[in-house]
């Protein structure tokens, strides 16, 4: 081959790689996932090493103000925890901004402390708007985390339930994997109302920044500036200050080193819970 079309072809390939470089989100991304104190993001990652794909952190774009711009050639599957029966809404609307190419099948798994409710429905409107065929939805019971109202689940217990999780994503990838749809769960009316009814009255009551407190165990370490998604906690003088944009993910609460964080009276003397475990991805 003469010098000039070694050139080209030299010329092509690196605008191949940029192009793919350029869109990386996509040609390589599947699993797309949204956690605050590391149940989905475990989820995340063991569906991601059954299939073999990469991640896409929804955590870094909602923080940051972004959306992503993602092509993949093989279905999507968004991972979120559940909140009130629903996804997070800081998730949802991070999916309605953000453009989804290539494949246009998409699967979701909500990892939750006992159901999910009628999440689905809303969930298949999402991929209506988004001109994406719905899988389904399925439900992976995780540790309870939201110490906010309830107690944590205990440690023993905790590994059991990450154990029973870690079989059930297996199986839940190799769904994916075959394209066969997740298995519609029958839905009751109390389940209807759950996600319809009670989801929004949750939010209005429920989730607010308001409560935070901070202990003098506080050392000023900044961990629950980095953690909070909405970029709601900023460090004053070593000591986080709380503004009015909270979306109750626990990351902070639940991720502080020192269990300096408290919210309101409801958490005082609770022990926290905090997955930052990394999934074992055996055949």
Known sequence: MDAPRIKFACFVCLTVILIRKTCAEG??????????????????????????????NANDYIKSSKTADCTSDTPYVFIAPTYAWQIPHIFAKFIKDSHFA?????????????????????LEKLCTEKAMTFMGVSAVIMPENYVALFDVTEKFEAEDLISLADSRLKKLSAEITGGLPFQKEKISFMAN?????????????????????????????????????????????????????????MACICGCPTQAIEYKNRTVGKSRYFNSKSPDISP
């Open 27 to 56: 040609l390589i991304i599947l699993v797309i996932y949204f956690s605050g104190t590391g149940n989905s993001r475990y989820a995340a990652e063991a569906v991601a090493g059954h299939l073999k794909d990469n991640l896409l």
């Open 102 to 122: 290539g494949s246009q099948v998409a699967y979701y798994i909500m990892s939750c402390g006992d159901d999910i409710g009628n999440a689905g429905l809303s």
């Open 193 to 249: 109302m759950k996600s319809r009814m009670m989801n929004p009255l949750f939010y209005a009551l429920f989730v607010k920044a308001k409560g935070f407190w901070i202990t003098d165990k506080c050392i000023g370490c900044g961990l629950c500036e980095k953690c909070c998604p909405l970029n709601n906690i900023k460090l004053t003088t070593d000591r986080p200050v709380y503004g009015s944009n909270c979306t109750h993910c």
